[in-house]
């Protein structure tokens, strides 16, 4: 089927508004991640969703940073009252979720987040 | 918490030059992952290396497993302009994967 989507490609915003970043695993992947990619520099894991379990959100930055999964499918990142330095590229990526979570992770093709 | 090294940051080879870059895990490893990011792109795993001391081949692309299972290599023979990216080693261990910071391959024609 279809691969990780993610929605919107690019993200403009101006600094202390709020923005959200959906994402749409692979049907039938219970494992979702959020890393964050700024430029040129590797990814920073954000937040790991696997099932029906408490998430891991150990990579947040801040507690400005939140993230939940409707449903054990879609996803959404919200950053609220963002800053500058929380330009990146936000990257997606889903695992089938049945091996632990070091399987195989099938990435989406970000959302570019600029705050002006 | 687990940490995975990666060297080096950059490299700039010759079209036709061989590149390897290497990775190393704080802790043993339950597999190691390598993912390559094009220009502008999302990364795309390449390969999985589950077994101590375990050698793959993917036609140009060498990919190593320490015996120890900490520490692992990608060597690309005569590297071509289509190699250009940035290759990311990705170590598994307890439950989750941790991702190098990655080597930035340029490849000059």
């Known amino acids: 089927g279809a691969g990780v989507s993610q929605s919107p490609s690019n993200k403009v915003t101006e600094k202390g508004k709020d923005v959200e970043l959906r994402c749409d695993p692979i049907s039938g992947h219970t494992a979702l991640y959020w890393y964050r990619q700024s430029l040129g520099q590797g990814l920073e894991f954000l937040i790991y969703?696997?099932?029906?379990?408490?998430?891991?959100k150990s990579g947040l930055p801040s507690d400005r940073f939140s993230a939940e999964r409707t449903g054990g499918s879609v996803s959404t990142l919200t950053i609220q009252r963002t800053q500058q330095e929380d330009s990146a590229v936000y990257l997606c990526?889903?695992?089938?979720?049945?091996?632990?979570?070091?399987?195989?992770?099938?990435f989406g093709p970000g959302t570019r987040l600029l705050v002006l | 918490g687990q940490q995975v090294m990666q060297i080096p940051q950059y490299q700039h080879v010759q079209e036709g030059e061989d590149f390897t870059t290497y990775c190393n895990s704080s802790?043993?490893?339950?597999?190691i992952q390598w993912y390559k990011q094009r220009p502008g792109g999302h990364p795309v795993f390449l390969i999985q290396l589950v077994k101590s001391g375990e050698v793959k081949k993917q036609k140009r692309l060498t990919f190593q497993f320490g015996e120890a299972k900490k520490n692992s290599s990608l060597h690309i023979t005569a590297t071509q302009t289509t190699d250009v990216g940035t290759y990311f080693c990705?170590?598994?261990?307890?439950?989750?994967?941790?991702f190098g910071k990655g080597t930035k391959l340029s490849v000059i024609p």
């Open positions: 802790t043993t490893l339950s597999n």
């Open positions: 990526a889903s695992s089938p979720g049945t091996s632990g979570g070091w399987e195989t992770q099938y």
């Open positions: 990705a170590g598994a261990g307890s439950y989750q994967l941790t």
């Open positions: 969703f696997q099932g029906n379990s408490a998430p891991d």
